[in-house]
C-alpha cells in the first residue's frame, strides 16, 4: 500500500504495519481495525502518520472531530483545566466546569419550557441511562428499537442495535426490546411519495401495537434521525412527526440517539431542529469534547427528575477535563460560526455526489442531511442487491493515495462524509477528487 508525494512517488508504511503488527500481538482481536492506518499527530483535517505521510481525513474519527483535530481552545482548555483539577468525582463534590456545560446544553438544546441534563463518558453510556431514565418514568418496561440502527455496544445498547456482527456470541440480551423497521424510503419506498411511504410505515407501527408489543408496556421509543453505522438512512419528515403523535398518545417517552448527528454535523446543534419535533430524551457524545470522552442524556425536566437517586451517574462521568474541552469545543463552533460551515460543505458534497452518481452505475443512492451525506452502492441499480466489494476497493485505492473513508451500511456498501467541518474547500474538492477519479477507474 502506498500514498502518492506531490512527485508522485509513493511512500512506504514500514512503521504503520510495524504499529499494527505490535496491536496484533497484545491487543485482543475483538477490537477490530476498521482501517489500516496509524495516526502521530493531527491538524484540522490532516493526520500524520507514523511514516511522516499526510491523510485527508474523511473519517472524523467516526464522527468525533467536527470542530477538528486539536483546536487550539480547546487544547489550551485541557492543559488548564489539568492544572487545577483532573478528578473529584460529581457523585461528591461538585464543581462549576460541569454546571456550566450542563447550562450551555440547555440553552443550546432546550427539550420543551424545562431542561435537565445528566454528564457520561460516551454514547453507549447515554443510551443506556436514557433507557433507565425512561423506564422508570414510565414505569414500564419495553423498549421499541428498529432494524439497521446503532446504538452502541454496552449490553443494553448492544441490544438495541440491529447489526448481527456486532453481537455474535454476547448473548442472551436485554428482554422486553422490540424491533421494528427502520422507515428506509430508498430500500422501500415500492413508487409511493416520501410522505405517502411514511404514512403507510406510521401505519405500520400501529399495527405492531396490536401484533407484537402492547403499547400501554411500552417505556420508550428510541430512533436515529440519521443513522449512522446503519448507512445515514435519514428518517422522513412525516414519520418523525407522526412518532411524536403515536408516542403522546400511549403515554410512550420518545428518545433520539443524536450520538453522531449532533454538534453542527447536520447544519444544526441536533438533527431534531431540522423536524420541528422535540423529543422527551436525547443521548449525545462523539464531537462534543473534540476526542475527550464525554456525552450526555438531555431530557424534559419532569423526565429527567422522575429517577431515584442513585440509579444514574458513576465515577468518571462529567470529569473536570472532559467539561473543559466540551465547553471549548462548543464556544469554538459557535464562534466560527460551524453550523453554517456544515452547510456550505453539505452543498459542495451533495453536488459533487449527485454528478457522480449519473457517471457510476454502481451507486444507487445518495443522501443524507447536512454535512452527513453518503453513496450507496448496488449492482445492476438493485437496492437488493449490495456491492460491498465496490466499497472495500474503493476504500483502499483512496487510502493509497491519502485519503482516508468510512464505509458504513448493514453490508458495508455505503461510503459515508464525517470530515471535519473546518475543512478547506480545497482539501474538501481535493479529496473528493481522489474518490471520484478512483471510482471512475474501478468502473471503467
Known amino acids: 500500500m502506498s500514498i502518492e508525494t506531490k512527485k508522485g512517488i509513493p511512500l512506504n508504511f514500514e512503521k504503520t504495519e510495524e504499529l499494527i503488527e505490535r496491536r496484533r500481538t497484545v491487543v485482543s482481536n475483538g477490537v477490530s481495525v476498521f482501517v489500516a492506518t496509524s495516526a502521530v499527530s493531527a491538524k484540522d483535517a490532516i493526520i500524520i502518520d507514523a511514516n511522516g505521510n499526510k491523510l485527508i481525513d474523511f473519517g472524523g474519527g467516526i464522527g468525533v472531530v467536527n470542530a477538528g483535530h486539536c483546536p487550539p481552545p ?8 489539568a492544572a487545577k483539577l483532573i478528578h473529584a468525582a460529581f457523585n461528591i463534590s461538585s464543581y462549576e466546569v460541569y454546571l456550566e456545560l450542563c447550562e450551555k446544553l440547555v440553552h443550546i438544546l432546550p427539550h420543551g419550557a424545562h431542561t435537565k441534563v445528566m454528564l457520561t463518558n460516551t454514547g453507549a453510556e447515554s443510551v443506556e441511562n436514557a433507557i433507565k431514565i425512561a423506564r422508570q418514568a414510565t414505569k414500564r418496561s419495553a423498549v421499541i428499537c428498529f432494524t439497521e440502527a446503532f446504538h452502541g455496544r454496552s449490553y443494553m445498547a448492544m441490544t438495541l442495535t440491529s447489526k448481527i456482527t456486532y453481537k455474535v456470541g454476547c448473548g442472551p440480551f436485554m428482554p422486553e426490546v422490540y424491533r421494528l423497521a427502520y422507515p428506509n424510503y430508498y430500500h422501500r419506498e415500492n413508487g409511493m411519495s416520501e410522505n405517502d411511504f411514511a404514512e403507510q410505515e ?4 400501529r399495527a405492531a401495537m396490536l401484533n407484537t408489543v402492547d403499547p400501554k408496556t411500552v417505556a420508550a421509543v428510541i430512533i436515529e434521525l440519521v443513522q449512522g453505522e446503519g448507512g445515514f438512512n435519514v428518517a422522513p419528515k412525516r414519520y418523525v412527526e407522526g412518532l411524536r403523535e403515536i408516542c403522546d398518545e400511549f403515554g410512550i417517552l420518545l ?15 441536533g438533527a431534531y431542529q431540522h423536524y420541528g419535533v422535540v423529543p422527551d430524551l436525547s443521548t449525545w457524545a462523539k464531537s462534543l469534547g473534540s476526542g475527550m ?7 424534559k425536566k419532569e423526565v429527567m427528575d422522575a429517577v431515584a437517586v442513585g440509579t444514574i451517574g458513576g465515577t468518571f462521568p462529567g470529569n473536570p477535563v472532559c467539561c473543559a474541552a466540551a465547553i471549548a469545543t462548543l464556544k ?3 464562534e466560527i460560526n460551524l453550523n453554517n460551515r456544515a452547510i456550505e460543505i453539505s452543498q459542495i458534497v451533495d453536488e459533487r455526489f449527485k454528478k457522480l452518481k449519473k457517471k457510476c452505475s454502481s451507486i444507487g443512492d445518495v443522501r443524507g442531511l447536512g454535512a452527513m451525506q453518503a453513496i450507496e452502492f448496488v449492482k445492476d441499480n438493485d437496492p437488493s442487491q449490495p456491492d460491498s466489494e465496490m466499497v472495500t476497493q474503493l476504500s483502499k485505492a483512496c487510502l493509497d493515495r491519502g485519503l482516508l473513508i468510512l464505509t458504513a451500511g448493514t453490508h458495508r456498501n455505503v461510503i ?3 470530515s471535519p467541518l ?21 468502473t471503467n
Not at 450520538?259 to 447544519?267: A, W
Open 74 to 81: 480547546v487544547v489550551k482548555a485541557i492543559q488548564d483545566q
Open 293 to 299: 470522552p464525554i456525552g450526555a442524556v438531555i431530557g
Open 416 to 418: 459515508r462524509m464525517l
Open 255 to 269: 428518545i433520539f440517539d443524536e450520538v453522531q448527528s449532533g454538534f453542527c454535523r447536520t447544519g444544526k446543534w
Open 422 to 442: 473546518v475543512i478547506s474547500d480545497a482539501l474538501l474538492n481535493k479529496g473528493l477528487n481522489i474518490l471520484e477519479e478512483e471510482l471512475l477507474k474501478l
Open 332 to 334: 469554538y463552533m459557535e
Open 202 to 205: 406510521l401505519k405500520d407501527l
